[in-house]
């Protein structure tokens, strides 16, 4: 049974930065598509960015150039970090991951199958 376990979220002031961590089990696929996604309070669940396992990544454009997705296969672990927090960056974090996924069908905006519980980061002005 695929398991997601999402942590690192938190309170922080705009400018700030955070690490959010997501380990994975119970999956027994070499390839796979996991992601990162976000919803605000009265807001639509929104992605935020996605790596396949062969390392390519995609990003929402609200988030290029602030936000890095990352894994350390090692650890079985998917990161992002996220530097240069705005208050709009204030959302529920979600862990979310499809396996048995071709290189080249891995984007932001993929709807996946399994899903985390959640880290709530919070962005003060």
């Known amino acids: 049974q695929v398991q997601l376990v999402e942590s690192g979220g938190g309170s922080v002031q705009a400018g700030g930065s955070l690490r959010l961590s997501c380990a994975a089990s119970?999956?027994?696929?070499?390839?796979?598509?996991m992601g990162w996604f976000r919803q605000a309070p009265g807001k639509e669940r929104e992605g935020v960015a996605a790596m396949h396992s062969d390392g390519s990544t995609s990003y929402a454009d609200s988030v290029k150039g602030r936000f890095t997705i990352s894994q350390d296969n090692a650890k079985n672990t998917l990161y992002l970090q996220m530097n240069s927090l705005k208050p709009d960056d204030t959302a529920m974090y979600y862990c979310?991951?499809?396996?048995?996924?071709?290189?080249?069908?891995?984007?932001?905006?993929?709807?996946?199958?399994?899903w985390g519980k959640g880290t709530l980061v919070i962005i003060s002005s």
């Open positions: 119970g999956y027994t696929y070499s390839t796979y598509c």
């Open positions: 979310a991951a499809r396996y048995g996924v071709v290189p080249g069908g891995c984007r932001y905006y993929y709807a996946l199958d399994y």
